[in-house]
Nanobody, 128 residues
C-alpha cells in the first residue's frame, strides 16, 4: 500500500512562491497528482503527472505551477509561482488507485484516472 507524506506549505504574499513536496512510501507506477480544497469548496485537481513524466494542469495554474516527479527518489513536487489569493487552500498529494471511498476522477493522458490514495494535506495561505 502506498503512503504519501506532504511538506512545504505555508503563508506567502501574493506574487510569491512556494514549493510543495511529497514523499511516496511504497511502489507505484501509476499517476500522481496534487489536489487542493478551499474552505466551502469542492476538492479539485491542480496538476497530475504520469509515470513517464507527462504532465497536465488546471488552466488557471498552467503558466504558474510546475509538477515534477522523481521515480528514483520516490518524490513528487509542485513548484508554485506568482501565487494569488485564489490559490489558498489545503493541498493534497494523491496517487492513482486505492480502495478508500474518497476518490476523485481526472481525465488526462487520454484516459480516466481515479485517485484514491491521499496524503494528510498541507496548508497554503496566500495573503495580500
Amino acid at each position: 500500500q502506498v503512503e504519501l507524506v506532504e511538506s512545504g506549505g505555508g503563508s506567502v504574499q501574493t506574487g510569491g512562491s512556494l514549493r510543495l513536496s511529497c514523499v511516496v512510501h511504497g511502489y507505484t507506477s501509476g499517476a500522481l497528482g496534487w489536489f487542493r480544497q478551499a474552505p466551502g469548496k469542492e476538492r479539485e485537481g491542480v496538476a497530475v503527472i504520469d509515470n513517464d513524466g507527462r504532465a497536465s494542469a488546471l488552466p488557471s495554474v498552467k503558466a504558474r505551477f510546475i509538477i515534477s516527479r522523481d521515480n528514483t527518489k520516490n518524490t513528487l513536487d509542485l513548484q508554485m509561482n506568482n501565487l494569488t489569493i485564489e490559490d489558498t487552500g489545503t493541498y493534497y498529494c494523491a496517487s492513482e488507485g486505492g480502495d478508500t471511498p474518497l476518490k476523485y476522477r481526472v481525465m488526462a493522458f487520454s484516459r480516466t484516472i481515479d485517485f484514491g490514495i491521499w496524503g494528510q494535506g498541507t496548508q497554503v495561505t496566500v495573503f495580500s
